[in-house]
């Protein structure tokens, strides 16, 4: 399927980024977006995850100014939040009712509707390694399906917090990648060099090369590279392809 993608925005703590992909980093720091977009009192309630998936988000769509519907993706959610409330009921302590309200895992997208008056229709996603592969999937499916402009990805997850750091098996980063997607190219991008990427997405009978690199850094590098195809998924085979 032929889709264009534009308005690239990410933010990672991730070393591994190659150069030409850094050109769509917030910032060079790794210090968290200051989301002075967000009202003082809503902002103070958000959490590190949340913050990096909102202003990935809030620069994906020009600043706000191009509401449509949203696929969400993470693997793990905002872990970080609900490792402390599980630790909080183990240790018999009050657990915050706006924390548990902010821990689901729509939460963020729930937080862009209310923040952007956004009414579209929005999705959350979890599929493990396949996450973002999914939100892609899924994100082709809605256009095809739905007579919609474009629509908003944003994908997003962190570190995995004590103990579940134990479990790991790909790379940590905190990342949050957020991009538009049509099936047409996009006319009103404020950025040249992110204006409608063309790339082809489709089921492969070829296997990715097995590797721990988060996907959505994956794609990023590959996006800003010169290699023709990306194989990707774990669980299922799908590649991409310049066109």
Known sequence: MLIYIDNISLYTTAQTLSMPARRFLLQEDGQLPPLVWVPAMQRRRLSSFAKMALQVAY??????TSPCPVVFASRHGDLHRTSKIITDMVTEHEISPT??????HNAVVGLWSILTCNRNEMNAISAGKDSFLAALIETCAYLKTYSVDSLLVIYADQVLPAPYDIY??????DVALGF??????????SLEENTSIAIELSPSTHQAPSTDSLQ????????AGEQQ?????QSMQWECRRV
């Open 59 to 64: 620069c994906a769509t020009l600043q706000g």
């Open 99 to 104: 924390s548990f309200g902010l821990s689901v």
């Open 168 to 173: 790991q098996d790909e790379q940590q980063a």
């Open 180 to 189: 538009r997607v049509s099936l047409s190219p996009f006319s009103d991008s």
């Open 216 to 223: 959505a850094l994956q794609f990023i590098d590959w996006l």
């Open 229 to 233: 195809v990306l194989p990707i998924g």
